[in-house]
């Protein structure tokens, strides 16, 4: 496991004032506005444990964690736990599946776990849940499908 790549995968790409708009041409914006904030409290082989507050940012005007929100967070940190894994490249989608079995507020702290499924010759698999930190209660649960490019002799 290379912890630096980890990091760097989950490195916001963009300034706060990129982020929050001034500059919109050209700018990737929808990773670095959900993945800002996200901290990694344990990195091991084959599993990523990170926590997050919900922000404003990040709920819809009735104050709940928006789904595109918690499918963008399963892609970056489903990804991330193939570097925790030691592969030298986190693939590309095939799939994202996400089910979300209740909702989380402003201010609420969730924890999103990944864990490595299978990663084989040329497809990966990692689970990530998310829960909320106060109770435990699992909110969402994705399932990330990737093929690893490098990897495979296609």
Do not use: W
Not at 16 to 41: H, K, Q, R, W
Not at 46 to 65: K, M, Q, T
Not at 85 to 96: A, D, P
């Amino acid at each position: 496991m290379d912890p630096e790549a980890v990091l760097r995968s989950l490195e916001p790409t963009a300034s706060a004032e990129e982020i929050m708009g001034s500059n919109p041409v050209g700018l990737s914006f929808y990773d670095p506005f959900v993945i800002s904030g996200a901290s990694i409290e344990s990195a091991e082989h084959g599993r990523l444990l990170c926590s997050f507050v919900v922000a404003p940012r990040h709920a819809s005007p009735a104050g709940y964690l928006r789904s595109g929100v918690t499918a963008s967070l399963a892609d970056q940190l489903g990804s991330a736990v193939f570097f925790c894994s030691g592969l030298h490249s986190s693939g590309v989608s095939l799939e994202i599946s996400v089910s979300f079995v209740d909702v989380a507020t402003v201010g609420e702290e969730i924890e999103v776990e990944g864990k490595l499924l299978r990663a084989g010759k040329s497809v990966g698999v990692v689970s990530v849940d998310f829960r909320k930190k106060k109770t435990g209660k699992l909110m969402a649960q994705a399932r990330h499908t990737k093929y690893l490019a490098v990897s495979s002799r296609l």
